[in-house]
């Protein structure tokens, strides 16, 4: 029953970063950033890497992901989402953590 469970997690876990990774394309996520190199914004290795250890990570980029954001990462601002929901807001932000993978 074990392997099973495990497996069933795996499965899981790759749904919901392609999920998410769909979630990006739709929101246009994907024209500022990339997953390992700059492009208008930071990659999203390097927003995993500066979160990295911080307790409220989540609900900071989720916050920036809906309200937008400027002074991070240079003077262009992050234009916000928000009419992304609070869960794909959340979602896109756990991806993002992860490095995007």
Partial sequence: ???SLAV???LLI???AHASKELAQKNACLACHATDKKL???AYQ???KKYAGQSDALAVL???IQKGSSGKWGPVPMPGQPALSEADAKS???WVLGGAK
Wanted: glycine share 4%.
């Fill in 62 to 64: 989720t916050a920036s």
């Fill in 1 to 3: 029953m074990l392997p």
């Fill in 40 to 42: 208008v914004g930071p």
């Fill in 8 to 10: 069933a997690a795996a």
């Fill in 14 to 16: 790759c749904v919901q």
């Fill in 92 to 94: 896109l932000a756990a």
């Fill in 46 to 48: 390097d927003v995993a």
